[in-house]
């Protein structure tokens, strides 16, 4: 419970990358389920123990729905995302968050991989992507 009177009903642990099929090599070494065959995929997806995902994104996925994206040129290429049942929990949830002060990265909008997407900023700049799936 975010403590605003919604619930996020799901965590997705997302990493940004420069070169993703490099990325992906690394995280199936390290013994993750990466499928083959999907290096040059806008958005790539693994299972995790206990139900969460990690996802992988390239910089060029992100720089297309986010306007004047520039990459972290250090350390720190991590968003955690939040999932809800359905997009007009995004939207509150985006409205709630940004009306107590978090900076709106973009406001709702409907992805073209099939869900509803908005992103805010944490206190420390990490990107809080909150989503559902579209009808």
Request: no cysteine; proline share 10%; charged share 20%.
């Amino acid at each position: 419970m975010l403590g605003m009177g919604f619930r996020s009903t799901e965590t997705v642990i997302e990493i940004v990358t420069a070169d993703l099929g490099e990325a992906l090599a690394f995280y199936r070494a390290l013994g993750l389920g990466v499928p083959e065959g999907v290096d040059e995929a806008p958005h790539v997806e693994v299972p995790l123990p206990g139900g969460n995902r990690l996802a992988f994104d390239p910089e060029s996925t992100v720089a297309s729905v986010t306007e004047g994206y520039t990459p972290p040129t250090g350390e720190g290429r991590v968003a955690l995302a939040f999932g809800f049942d359905t997009p007009a929990e995004v939207d509150e949830a985006h409205g709630a968050l940004v009306g107590a002060g978090a900076p709106s990265v973009h406001a709702p909008f409907d992805a073209p991989w099939g869900q509803r997407y908005a992103t805010v900023t944490d206190p420390d700049g990490t990107h809080i992507d909150l989503f559902a799936a579209l009808p």
